[in-house]
């Protein structure tokens, strides 16, 4: 027994050889799930520019528009109205501004979170007693901080952004048109339905199928809450009876 616990037997080697596999496979999942984020991120971000450059127009006094009351009227004297935003054109703005910020945040937080997962690879490997604890103590440490939840958690933010983007989109289309600003309702409310259904159900049945990252973190978040609160009752409960 004593030759195989000492700090360069093979037992090490072994152990090291096999949760090499295991991390890697933690690892390669939460990498994928960040390079699908960095792409959708990238292509949200360029299409909500897109939207922007356009909103952001409604925002500050057209010059052309000037110039061409100013002919029409070139000897009247008049006394033109201060400008004014309106109330939609700065709700619509401060929506889609927000949707671009936590966008470039997620995308940051993804970038991050590969630096993290680099990390965690890179130390692996080595043969003795010493690289088998710092490779426990490092998985302890990443179930500690949460690691798996932390960046599993990123794509709530784009998710955020994107129903934004939505809420914008619909009060931007309704200020054009009506019909249009009800279809564009009727197809967000929709979506959000959707997800809150994908999302919601797999928390009341193990057996659902439509089971996402983010239900398992509500669960998590949930069962947690829950355990705490119990043992917050049981703790008054019996203070109450001392």
Same mark, same amino acid.
């Given at each position: 027994?004593?030759?195989?616990?000492?700090?360069?037997?093979?037992?090490?080697?072994?152990?090291?050889?096999?949760?090499?596999?295991?991390?890697?496979?933690?690892?390669?999942?939460?990498?994928?799930?960040?390079?699908?984020?960095?792409?959708?991120?990238?292509?949200?971000?360029?299409?909500?520019?897109?939207?922007?450059?356009?909103?952001?127009?409604?925002?500050?006094?057209?010059?052309?528009?000037?110039?061409?009351?100013?002919?029409?009227?070139?000897?009247?004297?008049?006394?033109?109205?201060?400008?004014?935003?309106?109330?939609?054109?700065?709700?619509?703005?401060?929506?889609?501004?927000?949707?671009?910020?936590?966008?470039?945040?997620?995308?940051?937080?993804?970038?991050?979170?590969?630096?993290?997962?680099?990390?965690?690879?890179?130390?692996?490997?080595?043969?003795?007693?010493?690289?088998?604890?710092?490779?426990?103590?490092?998985?302890?440490?990443?179930?500690?901080?949460?690691?798996?939840?932390?960046?599993?958690?990123?794509?709530?933010?784009?998710? $955020?952004? $994107?129903?934004?983007?939505?809420?914008?989109?619909? $009060?931007?289309?309704?200020?054009?048109?009506?019909?249009?600003?009800?279809?564009?309702?009727?197809?967000?409310?929709?979506?959000?339905?959707?997800?809150?259904?994908?999302?919601?159900?797999?928390?009341?049945?193990?057996?659902?199928?439509?089971?996402?990252?983010?239900?398992?973190?509500?669960?998590?978040?949930?069962?947690?809450?829950?355990?705490?609160?119990?043992?917050?009752?049981?703790?008054?409960?019996?203070?109450?009876?001392?």
């Amino acid at each position: 027994y004593g030759r195989h616990v000492q700090w360069d037997s093979t037992i090490w080697s072994l152990y090291l050889k096999e949760t090499e596999k295991e991390d890697k496979d933690l690892a390669d999942s939460l990498q994928v799930r960040v390079d699908d984020l960095l792409i959708f991120a990238g292509l949200f971000a360029g299409i909500l520019t897109a939207f922007l450059i356009e909103s952001r127009k409604d925002l500050q006094v057209d010059p052309l528009q000037e110039i061409l009351q100013a002919l029409q009227k070139p000897l009247a004297v008049t006394t033109s109205a201060p400008f004014q935003v309106s109330t939609s054109s700065l709700v619509v703005n401060c929506l889609w501004f927000t949707s671009l910020g936590l966008t470039l945040f997620s995308a940051l937080c993804a970038v991050l979170a590969r630096e993290w997962l680099a990390g965690y690879i890179h130390r692996n490997g080595g043969s003795s007693s010493s690289d088998a604890c710092e490779r426990l103590l490092r998985l302890k440490r990443a179930y500690q901080w949460r690691l798996v939840s932390v960046v599993s958690g990123i794509p709530l933010l784009i998710q $955020l952004a $994107l129903f934004l983007f939505s809420a914008g989109l619909v $009060l931007f289309v309704w200020n054009n048109s009506i019909a249009l600003g009800i279809i564009m309702l009727f197809l967000t409310i929709f979506g959000f339905m959707l997800y809150i259904l994908g999302t919601v159900l797999p928390l009341f049945s193990s057996a659902c199928p439509f089971r996402t990252t983010m239900s398992r973190n509500y669960a998590t978040f949930w069962r947690t809450a829950f355990t705490s609160l119990r043992a917050s009752s049981l703790y008054v409960m019996q203070s109450l009876r001392k």
